[in-house]
């Protein structure tokens, strides 16, 4: 993931640590507070799945490469990757305090995939982040739509 080497490698090693890590996280989460809210996802089928899989991890890969842009500007690589899975977590806890401890694993994975990959070109990059996110969203976008 140090070197933007072999993107299919790349995306699979990332939503292998991405997917395992925000697992633990949150068994962690619900073993320790289990009161905790999770999220909620008022619509169902075939939609909530492209909204949760395809336009989410897009759309949110874009705004966080605006950021990590930003941030690059005035950061070393390392703090803005770092600041940037931070403030996606502080993003998602406002909707439910469970989901934020959770999402902050996998956008460092996103983040890192981003700025290592920007190297090759920014949709490359865009690319790469944002098919590692629909992986990660896969298995909970397939219990939202049609669980």
């Known amino acids: 993931m140090r070197e933007p080497r072999r ?22 989460s619900r073993a320790i507070a289990p009161a905790l809210p999770a999220p909620e996802f008022p619509m169902k089928g075939p939609m909530a799945f492209f909204m949760l899989v395809v336009f989410a991890p897009f759309v949110e890969t874009l705004i966080m490469a605006g950021l990590l842009s930003l941030l690059l500007r005035f950061l070393t690589p390392a703090t803005s990757i770092l600041v940037s899975a931070l403030a996606w977590g502080a ?19 996103f983040s890192t995939l981003y700025v290592v990959w920007r190297q090759r070109g920014f949709w490359i990059a865009v690319g790469i982040a944002a098919t590692t996110h629909a992986l990660q969203n896969l298995a909970p976008g397939l219990m939202v739509a049609f669980g």
Do not use: K
């Open 91 to 109: 993003g998602h806890s406002s909707m439910a305090l469970g989901w934020g401890l959770v999402i902050w694993w996998p956008f460092l994975i």
């Open 7 to 28: 993107a299919w490698l790349a995306i699979l090693t990332g939503w292998a640590l991405s997917i395992v890590g925000s697992i633990a996280l949150a068994a962690l």
